[in-house]
């Protein structure tokens, strides 16, 4: 079955940086775009990047861009998210997702359990 | 102003229906595009239940009954999330999204109480 696996939170200062990861298994991972997605503590739902299938295309909210990278890695069935200067605004669950497709159209169908990032001195 | 505005939050009572409501903002046609509808419930991630465009464009999520449905209202700019024959386990947050300018865009979301 499908599976997405987030890994690389926890707990950073103000400043620092970490890299998330994202473990695909059950679908064909290179077929499709995929997503990050966070939720601060008690909040709702930000998208924040997405990148396609091929990694040639990418984009950023307003909110992370220039911090954020996303990257994928086709041959290892994984996403990552790199995120530099990290704020306490960052503080979330981050969720990587899939943007799945068919005839019909597209919707971002599977979801990762998510993964924390604190940032706190 | 945000593009998606949800109220925070919807009480009613089992066996009941409830309408959700997702105001796209000012400038932004309802009429193109997507209204695509997650439900949440504590400590999970998203589950997609349903993407309304029209009666003749729309999905239901794998597993998703039928009791839960879209629609839009063109007057009041907004997608609507219709569940009907409320059940307890339908209690939980619910979030609308549109794909705008390159984007994936969500709702503040609304917490729905089943009481």
């Known amino acids: 079955q499908v599976q997405l696996v987030e890994s690389g939170g926890g707990l950073v200062k103000p400043g620092g940086s970490l890299r998330l990861s994202c473990a695909a298994s059950?679908?064909?991972?290179?077929?499709?775009?995929m997503s990050w997605i966070r939720q601060a503590p008690g909040k709702g739902l930000e998208w924040i990047s997405y990148?396609?299938?091929?990694?040639?295309?990418?984009n950023y909210a307003d909110s992370v861009r220039g911090r954020f990278t996303i990257s994928r890695d086709n041959a290892k069935n994984s996403l990552y998210l790199q995120i530099n200067s990290l704020r306490a605004e960052d503080t979330a669950v981050y969720y990587c997702?899939?943007?799945?497709?068919?005839?019909?159209?597209?919707?971002?169908?599977?979801w990762g359990q998510g993964t924390l990032v604190t940032v706190s001195s | 102003q945000a593009v998606l505005t949800q109220p925070p939050s919807l009480s009613a009572s089992p066996g009941a229906s409830a309408s959700l409501t997702c105001t796209l903002r000012?400038?932004?046609?309802?009429?193109?595009?997507?209204i695509y509808w997650y439900q949440q419930k504590p400590g999970s991630p998203p589950q997609f239940l349903l993407r309304?465009?029209?009666?003749?464009?729309?999905?239901?999520g794998s597993g998703v009954p039928s009791r839960f449905s879209g629609s839009k209202d063109a007057s009041a700019n907004a997608g609507i999330l219709l569940i009907s024959g409320l059940q307890s386990e339908d209690e939980a947050d619910y979030y609308c999204?549109?794909?705008?300018?390159?984007?994936?865009?969500f709702g503040g979301g609304t917490k729905l109480t089943v009481l």
């Open positions: 997702a899939t943007r799945y497709y068919d005839s019909t159209g597209y919707y971002l169908k599977w």
């Open positions: 059950g679908f064909t991972f290179s077929d499709y775009y």
């Open positions: 990148i396609s299938s091929s990694g040639s295309y990418t």
């Open positions: 000012s400038g932004i046609n309802v009429g193109t595009y997507r």
């Open positions: 309304y465009q029209s009666d003749s464009d729309n999905l239901q």
């Open positions: 999204v549109i794909w705008h300018s390159s984007a994936w865009v």
